[in-house]
């Protein structure tokens, strides 16, 4: 198949203990999971890799040496390596982390023990403010970048282009709204909270009836 799709509400439910996190795929060498935030994570820090936090239900706290964060559904932040940090929620909050796969194979530097004063303090990026503010259609937009990938927003409206084939799996995480994807092969609908993947070199295109939000990922020498 050159797209499939996984729904994240029915994985999140097959997770029973919190922080126990689920693998959803892996996408030009980063690893995307998803892990339930309930109760408190202890305090630590990664020398290899940073870590994206996007919360997709409820809300987390998230303590580092770089300030103090409150995440909420459609919210995230991007955790260097080396600034220790703890995440935890009161009740149950679904999370999707994004990290390389396999620490040593990091390829943003090198090990970072420690933060710094020179680091700057953490800011959360508001998914629904950046996408209330497009104003074009299929014109995703970079609202991050890690481990030399662009972070995509997208608001899609209409019959869109067809996409030049990626040359590694991607993933179309449908925030709200549906849509369909379809390539030369196959075509799927998607609504809020499915995340679709296509795979490498395989072209595609983005239609829908009404508005729909989706955050994608995709190599910077390939953003669009």
């Given at each position: 198949?050159?797209i ?12 029973r203990k919190?922080?126990e996190t ?18 408190t ?16 239900e409820g ?16 919210e ?8 220790a ?16 796969y ?5 390829s943003?530097?090198r090990?970072r023990?420690f933060a710094?004063d020179?680091?700057?303090?953490l ?11 497009l ?20 608001r ?9 084939p ?10 709200r ?23 490498a070199?395989?072209?595609?295109r983005?239609?829908t ?14 953003s669009?």
């Amino acid at each position: 198949m050159s797209i499939s799709k996984v729904n994240l509400d029915r994985i999140a439910r097959r997770i029973r203990k919190p922080f126990e996190t689920g693998r959803l795929g892996l996408y030009g060498g980063l690893e995307l999971s998803i892990f339930i935030c309930q109760g408190t994570f202890p305090w630590h820090r990664h020398i290899d890799e940073d870590e994206l936090f996007l919360v997709y239900e409820g809300a987390i706290q998230m303590v580092t040496e770089r300030g103090e964060l409150t995440l909420r559904a459609e919210e995230m932040v991007i955790v260097p390596k080396g600034v220790a940090h703890s995440t935890s929620s009161p009740l149950r909050s679904v999370v999707l982390l994004l990290r390389p796969y396999g620490a040593t194979g990091s390829s943003n530097g090198r090990r970072r023990l420690f933060a710094t004063d020179e680091d700057e303090q953490l800011e959360k990026i508001k998914l629904g403010s950046i996408y209330h503010r497009l104003e074009s259609s299929y014109v995703p937009v970079e609202v991050a970048s890690m481990e030399g990938h662009s972070l995509m927003l997208w608001r899609c409206a209409g019959i869109g282009p067809e996409w030049p084939p990626p040359s590694h799996n991607i993933p179309l995480l449908v925030v709200r709204g549906t849509v369909e994807i379809e390539t030369d092969e196959e075509r799927i609908v998607a609504s809020g909270g499915d995340l679709v993947t296509v795979e490498a070199y395989t072209p595609y295109r983005i239609s829908t009836v009404a508005q729909a939000m989706v955050f994608s990922l995709e190599r910077e020498h390939e953003s669009l």
